[in-house]
């Protein structure tokens, strides 16, 4: 992996950025035009996820928005990155899951995630009950979902659609939990080392260690998911970098709001202590010119030997989105192809 190759996958996620001034409606079109440019360009995968609550991302229903994009493309996979299973009830999730994979076969990935992707308070009101928001009930209710689609444990309730319509599910993760937990399931695991970037390397230790081959996998598959902002020069990524971080330290201090232009955001008035949070979350991630951009990812892989990466970019136009995207796949990477 020294010699700058990146030869593995390349795939999107993408959480349909709010731009101040401007609509969900508006969002989601790019989010569209973003999914049919990377098919072009050959990358593997588009993923959505799911958040709640917050101003700067229009993806809270991945799969009425994966359904828009699927009438939208042809080949590309799309799935999502991920659908939160604490806050639904698994039944629901296998049937539109099951519904999506009925309606383009072969092309459906399911995420699932641990987390809420909220705040307690929001998780509760999707869920409406606390039952079920903990930890500690997400293998059951894992294994609830996963039997929906395979009626490994027949009961009085079929899924329909949904049984026999499985999409490719997935693990995702920012720590050990569901790490350990997607080995043992013989399941392929993506790791959030977009947010948490500390973790990265044990998790994918432990995934790795507790891996047992199953029906879906004989060996462990691993993806991990990466901040990328790539254009012309390094001072250019840097500038159009800026909104993201400040987004995240808007989330963090639990005033989301739209996401800054990188004027206003390089205009912010940060503290040395706030300089300091934006600093550590880009650590580990790629940003710059091709040439910066395919140095950081061939030691992300160097260090991870991770299967396939992740690509997210947070960016305020989605002309530099789509951009950045087009300067991976053609200048960093030399061309993609997206296999199977």
């Not at 799309?78 to 639904?88: A, D, E, F, Q, T």
């Not at 940060?270 to 910066?292: C, H, K, L, N, W």
């Not at 299967?307 to 989605?318: F, K």
């Amino acid at each position: 992996m020294g010699t700058g190759v990146i030869d593995v996958p390349l795939s999107v996620l993408d959480l349909a950025p709010v731009a101040a001034g401007a609509t969900a409606s508006e969002a989601l079109g790019h989010t569209t035009e973003l999914a049919r440019r990377t098919e072009e360009l050959g990358y593997r995968r588009f993923w959505v996820a799911e958040h709640h609550n917050m101003p700067a991302i229009a993806s809270s229903a991945p799969a009425v928005l994966l359904a828009h994009l699927a009438a939208h493309t042809t080949t590309i996979r799309l799935g999502s990155g991920g659908v939160m299973l604490p806050n639904h009830a698994p039944l629901v999730v296998a049937e539109q899951f099951g519904t999506l994979e009925a309606l383009h076969p072969g092309r459906i990935d399911l995420g699932i995630g641990r987390a809420p992707g909220t705040d307690q308070r929001t998780a509760l009101a999707l869920r409406r009950t606390m039952e079920g928001l903990s930890a500690e009930g997400f293998p059951r209710e894992l294994a609830d979902l996963m039997n929906y689609f395979s009626g490994d444990d027949p009961g009085a309730i079929t899924a329909s659609p949904g049984l026999g319509q499985s999409p490719a599910v997935w693990l995702l993760g920012s720590s050990g939990f569901s790490a350990q937990l997607a080995g043992l399931l013989g399941l392929p695991f993506s790791f959030a080392h977009h947010f948490s970037s500390q973790h990265t390397l044990p998790a994918l230790q432990l995934y790795r260690q507790s891996f047992r081959p199953s029906r879906w996998l004989t060996e462990p598959y691993a993806m991990v998911a990466v901040n990328v902002v790539c254009a012309d020069t390094d001072e250019r990524a840097e500038w159009l970098s800026g909104p993201a971080g400040l987004s995240f330290l808007k989330l963090r201090s639990g005033r989301p709001e739209p996401l800054a232009s990188p004027d206003d955001a390089a205009g912010y008035p940060y503290t040395e202590i706030e300089r300091e949070f934006v600093r550590q979350r880009r650590d580990g991630q790629a940003m710059g010119s091709p040439e910066t951009v395919r140095r950081q990812l061939t030691e992300l892989l160097a260090r991870t030997g991770a299967n396939e990466l992740m690509l997210t970019t947070m960016v305020y136009d989605v002309a530099d989105r789509v951009r950045s995207f087009e300067l991976v796949a053609e200048k960093v990477v030399g061309g993609l192809s997206r296999g199977v």
